[in-house]
């Protein structure tokens, strides 16, 4: 099984529907992020948490909300899907504990088509 | 402000050699990461600099001057399965990841 979980890993939706996709990991670690990528941008931050109680705003945040649900649980929201928010979306986790590099370590992604 | 440069594309044949280049500005420096990433699939993690230097790690290399704010990933004996996009990364002052926009490795047989 796979360390971080993303679901679903493919979604259609429509224009004004609310959309959550969901993370969850094994590994225990308590960093979590959140990233969308399109074709020739990279990698983009959308939100991150340090730990449950611990929620920040990326680079891209419009749009987007977030809950920390557990160490283990990060969930991602579109509160009314528009077509822009079409992209490959990313949970990744990392540990910053002595002796550690920050690795990211990323779920499969989760591709979502807004219509 | 923060930037990572890469170039967009490159092309190499079938066990010859490749470096793709990196160069970042970045508000301090805590590291340097080389994720591979298969269209469509997610990055996984190839190498790490955080001194100057080259780190060996079979086919794949990475190299740090942090003067010169550089990096190369080097790939021997290409195989098709190289096929991929490259990313750097560093991490900044503040732990986070800054981004570049990734090279296209096109590899012709």
């Known amino acids: 099984d796979a360390d971080v979980t993303q679901t679903p890993r493919n979604r259609i939706t429509k224009t004004g529907k609310r959309i959550m996709l969901e993370c969850s990991q094994t590994k225990g670690h308590d960093r979590m992020y959140w990233y969308r990528q399109d074709p020739g941008l990279g990698l983009r931050l959308i939100y991150y948490s340090f730990d449950v109680k611990d929620i920040n705003k990326g680079e891209i945040s419009d749009g987007y909300s977030v809950s920390r649900q557990a160490q283990a649980k990060f969930s991602l929201s579109l509160e009314s899907a528009i077509p822009n928010q079409t992209a490959l979306y990313f949970c990744?986790?990392?540990?910053?504990?002595?002796?550690?590099?920050?690795?990211?370590?990323f779920g499969e992604g989760s591709r979502l088509t807004v219509l | 402000g923060q930037n990572i440069d890469q170039p967009t594309e490159m092309t190499a044949t079938e066990g010859a050699i490749v470096q793709i280049n990196c160069t970042y500005q970045t508000s301090g420096f805590n590291g340097l990461f080389w994720y591979q990433q298969h269209a469509g699939e997610a990055p996984t993690f190839l190498s790490y600099?955080?001194l100057d230097g080259l780190e060996e790690k079979g086919r794949f290399s990475s190299f740090l001057s942090r003067s010169k704010g550089y990096s190369y990933l080097l790939l021997k004996e290409l195989q098709m399965k190289d096929s991929a996009s490259y990313l750097c990364a560093v991490m900044d002052s503040n732990y986070q990841l800054i981004w570049g926009a990734g090279t296209k490795l096109i590899i012709k047989p």
């Open positions: 990744a986790t990392s540990d910053l504990r002595t002796g550690e590099t920050g690795e990211l370590f």
């Open positions: 600099n955080v």
